[in-house]
C-alpha cells in the first residue's frame, strides 16, 4: 500500500479553556469536600487558614497528579469519537448555501452531552428543594409563593432540556444571569461590608452551584446565535 493512500493521522487539539476549568473543578470538588469531612473531626477548632493550607497540601498533589490526567484522558477519548461526526457535519453546513441569518455552526457532541449535565443539575436540585414546596405554596406569602411556582417550572424546563438541549439554551442563560446579578447586587456588598447573616449565607451556598452552568453553556454560540445573527422578521414581507 502507498503512503499516498495512508490517511494522515487527524490532529488532536488541546481543550478549550472552559473544558479545563470544568475538568479541575470536577477534579477538585469532590476531592476538597472529602477532605473537609475527612479533617472535620479534629481539625474543627484549627484556625481556617491552618485548615485550608493542610487540605491544600492533600487535594492539590492528588488533583493534579492523578484525578485531572484521567479526565483529560476521558475527555480526549470522547473528543477523538465525535471527531470524524463533527467534521462531516461541519463539512455539510459549509458546503451549503448561506442562508441570510447565518445560524451559527451548532455545539459538538460533547458540548450537547455537558450541557445535558447542566440541565440535569437544575432539574433534579430543584425538583428536591422546590416540588415539596409546592404543596404549602398556598400559605405562604404571594411572592414566596411566586418564585416557587417559578422554580418548579424552570425544573420542569430544564428536564425538556436534556432532549432539546440547543432549543433550551434559554434556562441556561436564566439560571446564570439571574443568580450572577444576585451575587453581584446582594452578596457582594454584604461581602465587602463583612455582614453575611445565616439566611444570606446559605443563599450564597446554593448560588455557587451555577458555577458547572456557566462551566457547561456554550457561550460562543449563544452569542452568535442571540446577538449577531439576523433577528426574525418583524412583517410579512421583510
Same mark, same amino acid.
Given at each position: 500500500?502507498?503512503?499516498?493512500?495512508?490517511?494522515?493521522?487527524?490532529?488532536?487539539?488541546?481543550?478549550?479553556?472552559?473544558?479545563?476549568? =470544568?475538568?479541575?473543578?470536577?477534579?477538585?470538588?469532590?476531592?476538597?469536600?472529602?477532605?473537609?469531612?475527612?479533617?472535620?473531626?479534629?481539625?474543627?477548632?484549627?484556625?481556617?487558614?491552618?485548615?485550608?493550607?493542610? =487540605?491544600?497540601?492533600?487535594?492539590?498533589?492528588?488533583?493534579?497528579?492523578?484525578?485531572?490526567?484521567?479526565?483529560?484522558?476521558?475527555?480526549?477519548?470522547?473528543?477523538?469519537?465525535?471527531?470524524?461526526?463533527?467534521?462531516?457535519?461541519?463539512?455539510?453546513?459549509?458546503?451549503?448555501?448561506?442562508?441570510?441569518?447565518?445560524?451559527?455552526?451548532?455545539?459538538?457532541?460533547?458540548?450537547?452531552?455537558?450541557?445535558?449535565?447542566?440541565?440535569?443539575?437544575?432539574?433534579?436540585?430543584?425538583?428536591?428543594?422546590?416540588?415539596? =414546596?409546592?404543596?404549602?405554596?398556598?400559605?405562604?406569602?404571594?411572592?414566596?409563593?411566586?418564585?416557587?411556582?417559578?422554580?418548579?417550572?424552570?425544573?420542569?424546563?430544564?428536564?425538556?432540556?436534556?432532549?432539546?438541549?440547543?432549543?433550551?439554551?434559554?434556562?441556561?442563560?436564566?439560571?446564570?444571569?439571574?443568580?450572577? =446579578?444576585?451575587?453581584?447586587?446582594?452578596?457582594?456588598?454584604?461581602?465587602?461590608?463583612?455582614?453575611?447573616?445565616?439566611?444570606?449565607?446559605?443563599?450564597?451556598?446554593?448560588?455557587?452551584?451555577?458555577?458547572?452552568?456557566?462551566?457547561?453553556?456554550?457561550?460562543?454560540?449563544?452569542?452568535?446565535?442571540?446577538?449577531?445573527?439576523?433577528?426574525?422578521?418583524?412583517?410579512?414581507?421583510?
Amino acid at each position: 500500500m502507498s503512503l499516498s493512500n495512508q490517511k494522515a493521522p487527524v490532529p488532536s487539539l488541546p481543550p478549550s479553556v472552559h473544558a479545563r476549568a =470544568l475538568i479541575t473543578w470536577i477534579a477538585i470538588f469532590p476531592l476538597v469536600t472529602l477532605g473537609f469531612f475527612a479533617i472535620a473531626p479534629f481539625a474543627g477548632d484549627w484556625n481556617p487558614v491552618l485548615r485550608a493550607f493542610v =487540605l491544600s497540601i492533600v487535594v492539590v498533589p492528588v488533583a493534579v497528579y492523578l484525578v485531572v490526567p484521567q479526565l483529560m484522558r476521558a475527555y480526549g477519548k470522547l473528543r477523538a469519537r465525535q471527531t470524524t461526526s463533527s467534521t462531516a457535519a461541519r463539512t455539510t453546513l459549509t458546503t451549503a448555501p448561506t442562508s441570510e441569518a447565518a445560524v451559527p455552526n451548532p455545539p459538538s457532541v460533547l458540548r450537547l452531552n455537558l450541557m445535558r449535565g447542566g440541565y440535569l443539575l437544575m432539574a433534579v436540585g430543584l425538583m428536591i428543594v422546590k416540588w415539596p =414546596l409546592l404543596l404549602q405554596v398556598a400559605s405562604m406569602p404571594a411572592i414566596e409563593g411566586a418564585v416557587v411556582c417559578i422554580l418548579t417550572a424552570v425544573s420542569l424546563l430544564a428536564f425538556l432540556g436534556l432532549r432539546y438541549p440547543i432549543g433550551m439554551l434559554p434556562i441556561l442563560l436564566f439560571e446564570v444571569t439571574w443568580k450572577v =446579578l444576585w451575587l453581584a447586587i446582594v452578596a457582594l456588598p454584604h461581602l465587602i461590608a463583612n455582614d453575611v447573616d445565616e439566611a444570606t449565607d446559605q443563599m450564597l451556598f446554593s448560588m455557587l452551584f451555577v458555577i458547572p452552568i456557566i462551566a457547561v453553556t456554550p457561550w460562543v454560540y449563544a452569542w452568535k446565535r442571540f446577538v449577531t445573527a439576523r433577528g426574525d422578521r418583524w412583517t410579512r414581507n421583510a
